[in-house]
């Protein structure tokens, strides 16, 4: 009961401390638990560091600013498609009725 007790209380401060920067570690801390590999923890905690020091942002809002801005992009083209497809079809017609 004592046991569950102390885990109850550390579990309580670390998660409710309102520290984030210890949840930096808990992707690479996930790793190493789940896999028991250090090496890929380590890279990929560096990997997130580097990202997020070139950047200014996490990998996941990098992720989806990236693909907000490809779906940006992508709406743009099809709608300029469909602008000049409506240009030259009206071209035609112009053309075919004088």
């Not at 070139?54 to 907000?68: A, S």
């Not at 709608?79 to 071209?91: D, F, G, S, V």
Request: aromatic content about 8%.
């Amino acid at each position: 009961m004592k046991i569950l007790k102390i885990f109850f209380i550390t579990s309580c401060l670390i998660f409710l401390s309102g520290c984030f920067q210890t949840t930096s570690l808990l992707g690479p801390g996930v790793t190493v638990a789940t896999t028991g590999n250090v090496f890929q923890a380590g890279l990929q905690y560096g990997a997130n560091t580097a990202l997020k020091n070139e950047t200014g942002k996490d990998v996941i809002t990098h992720i989806k600013d990236t693909v907000d801005e490809r779906n940006k992009e992508k709406k743009f083209h099809v709608k300029l498609k469909q602008l000049i497809e409506n240009r030259i079809e009206t071209t035609r017609q112009k053309l075919l009725s004088n």
